[in-house]
């Protein structure tokens, strides 16, 4: 059964960090391009960033490049998404998917709130 798990999130002040972390679970992680995703209120869900298998070159969405940066540890079957500078405008519910057995596969997501 795959399982992803989304953890880091809370309330920072605009201009701190946060990493988030998913830890994967109930397939082969090596070998599947893992995606973070965010919903802001009100806001459709926008793509940050996806992390290719190898942990290579990704593509981070223009609204986060500069600020965020992403990693992945194939042995402890897990992501990051190492989140600076931040802002009132990154306020929302991130989310790691999986496209797994022909459906893409969510975790129930964390909340990151920027706010002073």
């Known amino acids: 059964q795959v399982q992803l798990v989304e953890s880091g999130g809370g309330l920072v002040q605009p201009g701190g960090s946060l990493r988030l972390s998913c830890a994967a679970s109930?397939?082969?992680?090596?070998?599947?391009?893992i995606t973070w995703y965010r919903q802001a209120p009100g806001k459709e869900r926008e793509l940050v960033v996806t992390?290719?298998?190898?942990?290579?070159?990704?593509n981070l969405a223009d609204s986060v490049k500069g600020r965020f940066t992403f990693s992945r540890d194939n042995a402890k079957n897990t992501v990051y998404l190492q989140m600076n500078t931040l802002k009132r405008e990154d306020t929302a519910v991130y989310y790691c998917?999986?496209?797994?057995?022909?459906?893409?596969?969510w975790g129930k997501g964390t909340l990151v709130t920027v706010s002073s």
């Open positions: 109930g397939f082969f992680f090596n070998v599947y391009d």
């Open positions: 992390i290719p298998m190898d942990g290579g070159r990704g």
């Open positions: 998917s999986v496209y797994y057995n022909g459906m893409r596969r």
